[in-house]
């Protein structure tokens, strides 16, 4: 039976907290021996995952994202989870340029970039209950 590696971090939706999750999903992902591309890849998606929750999940308080991670085989599975506002029309928020922030400096494009990066990508929401985003690379063995 093959023995699956898991992580979890709990943080603040702090903005100064965005790197460092990606960080930590980047170095927990190198046991894959992904290519540089592949750990790009992943840390731009959970960029985009943990900005959404800490401006979309909270956008008057602070609250807990947690980051959790397993490996299993050659596929790293991330999920990034809020008790936030939740997202009431999933399918319009995955829309590129779709964005509920009120300001001109977001582009709307956090999950079609997480699309395109990531080998799948799952969201479940509800108003008021917060939302969870999974996300699936699988990484291709080298040699």
């Known amino acids: 039976m093959e023995i ?14 965005e790197g460092f999750a990606r960080s930590v999903v980047g170095a927990f992902a190198t046991q894959l021996n992904p290519t540089l591309e592949e750990v790009a890849d992943i840390k731009t998606a959970v960029s985009e ?23 299993s085989g050659q596929t790293l599975e991330v999920s990034i989870s ?13 829309q ?21 990066f990531m080998d799948e990508v799952t969201v479940i929401s509800a108003p008021g209950e917060g939302t969870t985003v999974r996300m699936l690379k ?3 063995t080298q040699g």
Request: net charge negative; proline share 4%.
């Open 96 to 116: 590129p340029f779709f964005s509920t922030a009120g300001d001109e400096s977001r582009s709307g494009m956090g999950f079609t970039v997480m699309e395109t």
């Open 4 to 17: 699956k590696n898991t992580m979890e971090l709990r943080l603040p939706s702090l903005s100064i907290n």
């Open 49 to 71: 995952a943990v900005t959404n929750a800490i401006i979309h999940a909270y956008p008057d308080r602070i609250g807990e994202i947690v980051i959790s991670a397993s490996l």
């Open 82 to 94: 809020d008790k936030g506002v939740g997202i009431s029309d999933i399918e319009q928020a995955r």
């Open 138 to 140: 699988t990484i291709k």
